[in-house]
C-alpha cells in the first residue's frame, strides 16, 4: 500500500480493522442510511401549512411498533400534549429511545413500551421511576439497551450527518457498553480503543419549541438540549409549539431557527405545551402536579386512575389545561419572566 | 454526644463544596453538587464555571433548578448550547471535575446507577447512565458524593454503568478511555476517600466530625486503605450553613 502521509507511531501495521468488543444489546433500529436518503428526497420541500391538532398528528404519523424519540431535558420542553395523544389513543408496542422524566413515564405507565434505547428514565430530585420499575422488572418492556446521554445525542448527530456511525470516547470499559449495541474497533489512525455507536434513525420524533411558523420552521429559546440533532433524524417530526407566528418573524432572525420546515410534517399549537414541566422564559414547573404524579405513579391502580383523569376524561389539550384553570397557570408564568429581548 | 447542628445533606454539601476551585470548569448535576456549587460560587470560588450537561454554561446560581435543564442551569451563563457540544468539549478536555453518584460503588470507584441484579432481570431497575458514564469517561476528576454504608460500598458493583479505575492501573487507559481521567475524591455521609496512587484502590483521607476510622472501615464492604495520616474534617461552618438555608435552598428542597 502506497502511504504518502507519515504513519503515526502508534497506528496498527495491518490493512485490516480489528473489532475488539461488542455490545450484547440488540440494534433495536439498524442505520439503514440509504433508506433514509430515499425517505428525504421524497418527502414535500414545500413551504406549505402543517398546522393541525393533537389528535390529527398522532393519528397521521405515529402508527403501533414504531420507533418514536422525545426531545427534552428533565422536566423542560417536554412534549406534554403530543404524549398525552398518544396514551389517549393508546398506541402501543412501541419502541422509545429513553431519555425522559414525565412523558416516557406516562408511555410506560400506560403500558405503551416494548422495548427501549435507554439511557435516564427517572423522575430527578423525586428518584426513581415507579413506571420504569414495574414495567422492566415484570418483563413487560422486553428489551433495555443501554446508552449514556450523550451516546443517544452522537447516535442522532450520525444519522443527522447521515452516516451508519460514529466514533466517541464514551461508554468504553464498562457495562453500558457490554449491554449496548456499539461496537469498540482499533483506531486506524491511533492504535486506541474507541466505540462506534450507530446511527439512530427515527420513525417518528416529537419536540416541543417556543415558536414556530404554520410550515414549521421551529426556533427554540435557551439551552437547545439535543434537538438539532433529533431533528435530523427522524423520519417524520411532529413539532407542538408555544406560539404560532409568521413566517416574516421567523424570515427576520433566521439564525435562530433549529429545525427548518422541509424536517417537519405537524405542527401543533400548544401553549403550556410542556406542563406540568417547564419552558424556559415562559413559565416554570409546576410542582403540585408534578408531586401528583409521583404519587399516583407508586401503585397501578392510581396511575390508572391519574390517566383517566388528566388524559382520558379531557378530549384534547385545551380541555387539558382547563383543568387547571387560567389563575392557576398565569401564576406559573410568574418566576419565569425576565428574558432580555 | 448531642446531634450536630446540622444534618447529613448539609455536611454532604458543604464537604463537597470545599472541594471546589476557583476558576475551572465541573460537571455540575442537579441536587447535592448544585447547592455545593452554588455554595462555592458565594465563599472561595466565585469564578468556578459550571458546565451542565444540557447545554448551560457558566451560569451564576441565585436559584436552584429541580431539572437539568431548568432556567437557572444557564442563569446569567456566558453561553447557552446543547448536550451534544458539552460533553465533546468534555471529551476535548476542557472540564476539569465531574460530580457523580450512584447506588453502589467498589474500591476502584466504579459507580453503578443501572440496575440491581442482573440486568436482565433486575431486582431493581434503576434510571441507567444518564450523563454518568459521559462525566465519568471524560472529565479529568471525578468526585462522588453518597450517603456511606455496606450496601453502597460493595466489593463488586451489580453493573458498572460509569467506568471507575475498572479492574486497577492502566484498565482506564487499555479500553480507550482519555488519558490521566478517572476518580479523584469520594464524599460520603462519613468521610472523604481519595485513591492510592499506584494500587488504584480507595483509600480513607479524613473522617466527618465525630466519625471513627473504624467506624468508616465497618461501613465499607471491601478492604479500605488508609492514607499515612488520616485527617478529620472541620464541621460546617455557621456562615456556610446560613448561606445554604437562608439564600440558596431557603424552601428547604434538598436540604
Excluded at chain 1, 69 to 95: A, D, N
Aim: some cysteine; proline content about 7%; glycine content about 10%.
Amino acid at each position: 500500500m502506497d502511504r504518502t502521509l507519515p504513519v503515526p507511531p502508534q497506528a496498527p501495521a495491518r490493512d485490516t480493522l480489528r473489532i475488539l468488543d461488542r455490545g450484547h444489546g440488540d440494534l433495536i433500529q439498524p442505520p439503514d442510511v440509504e433508506a433514509f436518503r430515499a425517505w428525504n428526497r421524497a418527502k414535500s420541500k414545500r413551504l406549505v401549512d402543517k398546522r393541525m391538532s393533537e389528535a390529527e398528528a398522532v393519528r397521521r404519523f405515529i402508527k403501533p411498533g414504531d420507533y418514536i424519540g422525545t426531545e427534552l431535558y428533565g422536566t423542560v420542553r417536554c412534549p406534554m400534549s403530543l404524549v398525552h395523544e398518544i396514551v389517549r389513543q393508546r398506541i402501543g408496542e412501541l419502541r422509545v429511545a429513553g431519555q425522559g422524566v414525565l412523558e416516557l413515564d406516562l408511555l410506560l405507565g400506560a403500558g405503551l413500551v416494548r422495548a427501549l434505547d435507554i439511557t435516564y428514565i427517572g423522575l430527578e430530585v423525586y428518584g426513581l421511576s415507579n413506571c420504569l420499575r414495574r414495567e422492566v422488572e415484570s418483563g413487560r418492556v422486553e428489551r433495555c439497551v443501554e446508552w449514556s446521554n450523550a451516546g443517544i445525542a452522537w447516535r442522532f448527530k450520525a444519522a443527522a450527518m447521515g452516516v451508519p456511525f460514529i466514533p466517541v470516547r464514551s461508554m468504553l470499559g464498562s457495562d453500558t457498553l457490554k449491554y449496548s449495541a456499539a461496537t469498540v474497533i482499533e483506531c486506524p489512525y491511533t492504535g486506541a480503543p474507541i466505540a462506534l455507536l450507530p446511527a439512530l434513525i427515527l420513525d417518528v420524533g416529537l419536540i416541543h419549541v417556543h415558536r414556530s411558523d404554520a410550515s414549521g420552521n421551529a426556533q427554540i429559546d435557551g439551552i437547545s438540549g439535543f434537538a438539532f440533532e433529533m431533528a435530523r433524524a427522524c423520519k417524520r417530526l411532529i413539532i407542538s409549539a408555544e406560539e404560532i407566528v409568521e413566517t416574516e418573524v421567523i424570515r427576520r432572525r433566521p439564525d435562530r431557527t433549529t429545525i427548518p420546515y422541509y424536517l417537519v410534517d405537524a405542527v401543533v399549537e400548544a401553549p403550556f405545551g410542556s406542563h406540568p414541566g417547564e419552558m424556559c422564559y415562559r413559565y416554570a414547573r409546576d410542582e403540585g402536579q408534578i408531586r401528583r404524579w409521583v404519587e399516583a405513579s407508586k401503585d397501578p391502580a392510581t396511575t390508572a386512575q391519574f390517566l383517566q383523569t388528566y388524559v382520558d376524561d379531557v378530549p384534547d389539550h385545551r380541555s387539558y389545561l382547563a383543568l387547571f384553570g387560567d389563575d392557576h397557570l398565569e401564576k406559573l408564568r410568574e418566576p419565569a419572566r425576565g428574558r432580555p429581548e | 454526644m448531642s446531634d450536630p447542628p446540622y444534618n447529613s445533606s448539609e455536611l454532604l454539601i458543604c464537604t463537597a463544596a470545599r472541594l471546589m476551585e476557583d476558576g475551572t470548569t465541573a460537571f455540575i448535576g442537579t441536587g447535592i453538587p448544585m447547592l455545593a456549587a452554588a455554595l462555592a460560587q458565594r465563599l472561595h470560588a466565585p469564578n468556578l464555571v459550571p458546565v451542565f450537561e444540557f447545554g448551560g454554561t457558566g451560569a451564576i446560581l441565585e436559584t436552584l433548578p429541580l431539572a437539568v435543564g431548568g432556567g437557572c442551569t444557564f442563569n446569567r451563563a456566558v453561553a447557552a448550547s446543547g448536550i451534544r457540544d458539552i460533553v465533546e468539549t468534555a471529551q476535548r478536555g476542557f472540564v476539569e471535575y465531574g460530580f457523580l453518584g450512584g447506588a453502589q460503588i467498589d474500591a476502584y470507584g466504579n459507580l453503578n446507577t443501572t440496575v440491581i441484579g442482573e440486568h436482565d432481570h433486575p431486582k431493581v431497575r434503576l434510571p441507567g447512565s444518564g450523563g454518568g458514564n459521559d462525566v465519568g469517561s471524560h472529565a479529568w476528576r471525578t468526585i462522588a458524593i453518597m450517603p456511606h454504608d455496606r450496601k453502597r460500598f460493595v466489593h463488586h458493583v451489580d453493573f458498572i454503568t460509569t467506568p471507575g479505575y475498572l479492574t486497577g492501573p492502566g484498565a482506564r487507559e487499555r479500553t480507550g478511555l482519555p488519558r490521566g481521567t478517572g476518580p479523584y475524591r469520594v464524599v460520603t455521609t462519613l468521610a472523604v476517600l481519595g485513591f492510592e496512587q499506584v494500587s488504584k484502590r480507595m483509600q480513607l483521607l479524613a473522617t466527618q466530625p465525630g466519625v471513627t476510622v473504624d467506624e468508616v472501615a465497618e461501613n465499607t464492604s471491601f478492604e479500605l486503605l488508609l492514607a499515612d495520616h488520616v485527617g478529620q474534617n472541620p464541621p460546617p461552618t455557621p456562615e456556610e450553613l446560613r448561606l445554604l438555608r437562608e439564600e440558596i435552598d431557603a424552601e428547604h428542597l434538598y436540604i
